[in-house]
T-cell receptor
Framework: DAGVIQSPRHEVTEMGQEVTLRCKPI?????LFWYRQTMMRGLELLIY????????DSGMPEDRFSAKMPNASFSTLKIQPSEPRDSAVYFC???????????FGEGSWLTVV | AQSVAQPEDQVNVAEGNPLTVKCTYS??????LFWYVQYPNRGLQFLLK??????LVKGSYGFEAEFNKSQTSFHLKKPSALVSDSALYFC?????????????FGAGTRLAVHP
């Protein structure tokens, strides 16, 4: 089985530009998570979807961040405009309601200069 | 709210020696506890979990963890460390225990295994 697939793996962008990160969850999974990892703050949950519906977005830092899940096999996390403090690794993860194990993608390594 | 604490930023151990990475938890109700490992420039990989049942849980790569309710701990252990075990280890708790599968992570412990 293919795992959680994220793209791009690495992105370097200039401050003020729009950044879109993409995620394809494991087939059959109905819960999807976006996490952010930084040295200062560790792993933070940004947003959680269940059956394509955002359930908990309390971790989204500010209005510059938005996430969508138009269907069960695709999600995006968008930052507009990007700032240097957004530099981090962004992980997508998925699971099914009846399961307990959350599976992570390889991450998108974002650098905003 | 549920939380976990990893009291050690780094653990150093010689290859072949036993290793322990500590985790304590604070939950209301029965805890659902997890360990994940992150190798350099990689995503998080699931190692093992405790939901219910036997307090000693066995996982991937020879790791195991012991759930201790009285000490509210879930320490990760391995009888004989390998250099390839060097990585960042995260303890996590499901929040809420019986609800959605949201995980709250500890700060992580860097394990360094020396030849």
């Amino acid at each position: 089985d293919a795992g959680v697939i994220q793209s791009p793996r690495h992105e370097v962008t200039e401050m003020g530009q729009e950044v879109t990160l993409r995620c394809k969850p494991i087939s059959g999974h109905n819960s999807l998570f976006w996490y952010r990892q930084t040295m200062m703050r560790g792993l933070e949950l940004l947003i959680y979807f269940n059956n394509n519906v955002p359930i908990d977005d309390s971790g989204m830092p500010e209005d510059r961040f938005s996430a969508k899940m138009p269907n069960a096999s695709f999600s995006t996390l968008k930052i507009q405009p990007s700032e240097p403090r957004d530099s981090a690794v962004y992980f997508c993860a998925s699971t099914i309601d009846s399961g307990n194990t959350i599976y992570f993608g390889e991450g998108s390594w974002l650098t905003v200069v | 709210a549920q939380s976990v604490a990893q009291p050690e930023d780094q653990v150093n151990v010689a290859e072949g020696n036993p290793l322990t990475v500590k985790c304590t938890y604070s939950v209301s109700g029965n805890p659902y506890l997890f360990w994940y490992v992150q190798y350099p420039n990689r995503g998080l990989q699931f190692l093992l979990k405790y939901i219910t049942g036997d307090n000693l849980v066995k996982g991937s790569y020879g790791f195991e963890a012991e759930f201790n309710k009285s000490q509210t701990s879930f320490h990760l252990k391995k009888p004989s460390a390998l250099v390839s075990d060097s990585a960042l280890y995260f303890c996590a708790v499901r929040d809420p225990p019986g609800g959605y599968n949201k995980l709250i992570f500890g700060a992580g412990t860097r394990l360094a295994v020396h030849p």
